[in-house]
C-alpha cells in the first residue's frame, strides 16, 4: 500500500487543464513538511518518469515536456501535494502517481489516471 493517495485524474480534452492532487493519509505532519515530494506519470508501454518535484523548502523542479505548463504546490497542514497541469497533451495520457524524493523512494500508489482525448 501506497504512502500517497492520488486522485483528480480523469478525460479531458486537449488544451484542457487537470488538478490532480496527493494525499498522505498515514504520516504525520512532522514527517510530511520535511519531505520532497514528486510526481511520476507511467504511460502505457512507458517507463515511469518523474514529472515535477517540489521541495521542503518549496523549490520546484520540471520535467521538459510539462515545463511552462505544470505547477506543482504543496499544502503541509493538508499533507498534499498538488500538481496543476494545462494545456494538455495527448502525450501526457499517462498514470500520474505521487512518491517522496527522486529516485523515488516509498511504495507505489494506486495513481489517477490522466486521459486526453477528443
Known amino acids: 500500500q501506497g504512502q500517497f493517495v492520488e486522485s483528480g485524474g480523469g478525460l479531458v480534452q486537449p488544451g484542457g487543464s487537470l488538478r490532480l492532487s496527493c494525499v498522505a493519509p498515514r504520516m504525520i505532519f512532522s514527517v510530511f513538511a520535511p519531505i520532497t515530494v514528486g510526481w511520476y506519470r507511467q504511460a502505457p508501454g512507458k517507463e515511469r518518469e518523474l514529472v515535477a518535484i517540489?521541495?521542503?523548502?518549496?523549490?520546484?523542479n520540471y520535467a521538459d515536456s510539462v515545463k511552462g505548463r505544470a505547477t506543482i504546490s504543496r499544502n503541509n497542514s493538508r499533507k498534499t501535494v498538488y500538481l496543476q497541469i494545462n494545456s494538455l497533451k495527448s502525450e501526457d495520457t499517462a498514470v500520474y502517481y505521487c512518491n517522496r524524493d527522486s529516485p523515488p523512494s516509498g511504495s507505489w500508489g494506486q495513481g489517477t489516471q490522466v486521459t486526453v482525448s477528443p
Open positions: 517540489i521541495s521542503r523548502d518549496g523549490t520546484t
